[in-house]
Each structure stands twice: as structure tokens, then as C-alpha cells.
């Protein structure tokens, strides 16, 4: 796992697709005029921020979070950030997408990650966006650990992890899962 500072960081932009791992705060804005188009009469803009408290057990026990750090594995979040975008214009017919995730610590109430969609119609860009958000989380590789105000943290959603890669026995696409690596990680 290696950090990903903004320096390192590399930019994907295309006319139809921006996707960005990046230290520094996400402007929404930027994402917005990005996915603009006259031939899109619909954008849908999700942004994601770390809670300050999290339920932690099915008894509702709360535990505070002072931030979250995000890490990654670069080249593969951005193949498969891009993987998100041409899969979604393919499925929901948008014609553009920005996905740019933050790296490093976050506070609560920060935006950690914002995905942009702009489509001809409104149930498109709505639905893109949630496909989207749902692949960020279970296939890119970006790991979070929680930080508490005790100085105490712990790695979170690890066992949720399923990536795709060409170097599979079962080609490409074929999944790699990270299920039970919340066991390596203290």
C-alpha cells in the first residue's frame, strides 16, 4: 500500500472523463463545468464525507471519529476508476463523469470523494452516480483508517474489497477479492 500524495498523483481527463486521486480539498465546481454540456439537460453531483460519529455494533454503540486517512494502491485506482467511467456511460448512457477521491487525512464534514455525471436524463445521471459510488466502494483500491479523538484507529472496510484484474487465472475482469486482509492490518 503506498500513499498517494497530489504531487505523484496522476490526473485522467478526457473530454467525457475526469479521474483524479488528490491531497489537497476537491472543488466541486471544477467537477460541475467539467461534466457541463449542452447535450446533457441532467448532472448529478454525490460527495462523501467521514462522519464524526460511526455505529460501531448492532447495540448502537457510537464511536467518534477526529478523521479518516485514506490510502491507496495509485495505478490501480485510477485503472479502475476509469473502468467505472466507460462502464457507466456504457450502462446508463452519460455522456460525462468525474470521480476525484481524496488521499491522506480528512476531517468530518470534508468531502472525501465526488463523482460528477451528466446526462440527457435525469434517472441516467441519478442512476450512474450510485453505480458509480458503489464500484468506488467495493472495487478501487483506497483504504481508510479512523482515527478517534483517544489517539486510538482502526483500518475500516477492508473485507468489502473485490478488484478486477487482467492478471487473473480467470482473465480479464476476474475478481480479486481482499476478504479477510482486515486480519494484516492493526
Keep these: 500500500m503506498i500513499r498517494c500524495p ?5 490526473e485522467t481527463m478526457s473530454q467525457n472523463y475526469l479521474i ?3 491531497t489537497r480539498p476537491i472543488d466541486c465546481n471544477e467537477l460541475l463545468l467539467h461534466v457541463a454540456s449542452p447535450e ?5 453531483l454525490f460527495t462523501g464525507s467521514p462522519r464524526q460519529f460511526t455505529v460501531v ?11 479518516l486517512e485514506y490510502e491507496c494502491y495509485a495505478p490501480m485506482a485510477e485503472r479502475e476508476m476509469n473502468l467505472l467511467c466507460t462502464e457507466a456511460t456504457r450502462r446508463f ?14 476531517a468530518p464534514g470534508e468531502t472525501s470523494i465526488a463523482i460528477t455525471v451528466g446526462s440527457p436524463h435525469r434517472a441516467a445521471a441519478f442512476a450512474a452516480a450510485q453505480w458509480i459510488m458503489e464500484g468506488v466502494k467495493s472495487r478501487v483500491p ?3 483508517r479512523d482515527h478517534a479523538p483517544d489517539g486510538t484507529s482502526r483500518w475500516v472496510g477492508l473485507e468489502k474489497k473485490t478488484l478486477t484484474s487482467p492478471m487473473r487465472a480467470g482473465g480479464p475482469g476476474a475478481p480479486v477479492s481482499f476478504a479477510g486482509s482486515s486480519q494484516n492490518a492493526q
Design 57 to 67: 455494533d448492532l447495540q448502537g454503540t457510537r464511536e467518534e471519529t477526529a478523521w
Design 20 to 22: 483524479r486521486l488528490q
Design 6 to 10: 497530489s504531487w505523484k498523483s496522476k
Design 40 to 44: 446533457c439537460g441532467a448532472t448529478v
Design 93 to 106: 448512457d452519460c455522456r460525462r463523469v468525474a470521480i476525484v477521491h481524496r488521499t491522506g487525512p480528512v
Design 142 to 144: 483506497v483504504w481508510k
